[in-house]
């Protein structure tokens, strides 16, 4: 089993997240992590799944969603083949701040991005591995709420989807 | 300006579309309104059910290559379509399905016949939409039937509410021609053909499996080309049956769990084994993991999801195989394989010592079902058309039905949907009624769908529908009696009585139950002009054999 990272690029069609999460569902595979947005093209959508499969699950995965009408292009990469972030938010009570707290922002490079009577909110991105270690730490100043995004990612081969439109063949 | 109702009906009739199998209901009816101006233009069949409608159209569909088209309503017109969805999907037919939703303001209010038919639909469908504008009508249905036919084929839904089927647009209908998002066929790699017709011509007993991909590509006589010169021994799926005449001399058998005995056990003697537009289904491979270790695979296909799913494959060759198969003729050497054919031969005469003989040619006892199609073999045409429902008369028939031509051949393989018989014949003879359409059916699959007897009355469809009466669900029957020890659990059916049933269809029936009778029952139904029914009493427990067990090699196949 690996981790993954598949982005499926795909045109803003309704209905297109759900065709694309039943492949999953019906292999009992599970997604760890997805996110969608407007991609940097107009009418194109990016998804960003992260999925622990093993090879050739992968494969015929991402065959299976690029089968799909309304999917333009699938690509798949591991974690060493795609720059990716993810960004957390704890919300963490007024008395629970101290020294030691301040230690720890400073540590992590964290940043309150909200300060209000009784609470305050850091935000911080890295890897899941940084957010969950930031988390622990947090946990005994009496945490209240933690928040973390699916992964955004970009691969590190070179390929243009613009491109990939405009050989049709 | 005309109506949404009006752009659905001339929308269709633009895409050459013959028939419409449907009923209607609430959130259809100005669409039903409509059909009532054109007429002239298009036929609606009225089926009883609508799941009689959308096997009617996947029966018409099979044999025509057309897209069937079905119109139901919403909620539950829409919710009985799913079987049919699932059964096209997974056996590759083209249809465009409409369903009426209702009005666009209503939509997840729980409204009267509301049901999100999207959602439902969504894993038994290529493709789906919802259509909640009139402007948005016909490009939808332009696209819908691009979906629908090209590529690997298959069941596409258009939802249309209410509102935009009441609205006026203008209709200026603009055929499909692609997606950008889609591409259905890729361009042959000429180093995939190469290293294919390197491994052929380096074989020493290879082995074609060619399947309905062959048919949907309309590549016959590219496949018949490629075994007249190459010399290989080929086997049939169950959906591929017909896709080369049985007289072909490469023509080897029927692959799978009922099928031949030397097709299935060769499999682990050949050394490069061709896969031609089919998919490894569980049902021809049996145990994936003693499978074939022993052969190099090429695998032609066109869709690449295919590649690698069930089989590793050593060299895919991906695209259209009425192309890949003129070019891999051109690239192998004739040849032909004399001790290799010696081999399956051999092995035919056991399976006719030990399961021809008696399903055949037995002289006392229950009749057999094969002694019936072996009949109906005598007396049909070259290109009749055998319909089938699902269980053991479905593998008897498939086994001993002469297949001569291709688009003869109509059952429900990847589903096994049993019901799908009765109304996908009635589909398949609205083709043509002067083809022979011969349905074969249990007494367990024709109570699902017996209501369409009103349709082949209504139409008028000469339609010869074979009952094969054992009274009992054979193929669990034979399960339970294989696998869990005799315990019949629940496959004994009381029957009504069939012929009174189809003469209140005002179809000709008749009853055999004696082995002196058949012959004649047989040829009248045949040489009958309008619809026949013949209800055949068969032995109570015949098996059908050979057979490979679920979890069992292909080289296990067992005679008895």
Redesign the interface.
Known sequence: MNRYTILVY??NF??IL??IT?IFT?RGINIDALTASESRLDGIHKITIEVTVTD?QI??LS??I??V????KVYYFMDHEVVYQEIALYKIPIESLDPSLEKVIRQFNAHIIAAEKEFVVLEFTGHKEDTQALLEILKPFNLLEFARSGRVAIAKPKFSITEY?NN?? | MIRGADIVVRSLIAENAEFIFGYPGGAIMPVYDALYDYSDQIKHVLTRHEQGAIHAAQGYARVSGNVGVVLATSGPGATNLITGLADAQIDSTPLVCITGQVAAHLLGSDAFQETDV??LS??GT???I?VRRVEDIAPAIAKAFH?AKTGRPGPVLVDITKNAQVEFGEFNYEPCF??????P???INPTAIAAAAQLINDAKRPYVLYGQGVILANAEKELKEFLDKSGIPAASTLLGSGALSQDHPSYVGKLGMHGNYAPNLLTNQCDVLIAIGMRFDDRVTGDLKRYAKQAQVVHLEL???E???NVKCAVPVLGDCKQSLPLLTDAVNSNTHHEWFEKFRELDKEEKAAVMSYDLESTHGGLHMGEVIQLINQFKDENAILVTDVGQHQMISWRYFNYKESRTQVTSGGLGTMGFALPAALGAQLHDFKRQVICVVGDGGIQMTIQEFGTIMQTKAPVKVVLLNNNYLGMVRQWQQLFFDKRYSFTELENPDFIKIAEAYKLRAVKVTERHELKEAVAQMILHEGPFFLEVVVEKEDNVFPMIATGCSVEEVRLS
Not at chain 1, 69 to 72: A, F, L
């Open positions: 795909t045109e309704i209905g759900n065709r039943i019906r050739d494969k015929q065959k299976q690029e089968k009408v309304d999917v333009i439109l049709q063949t | 999207i959602g969504m894993p290529k493709w789906n919802q979906i692609g997606i950008r998002s889609y591409r066929y890729v361009k869709d690449p999801s590649i690698d799913k």
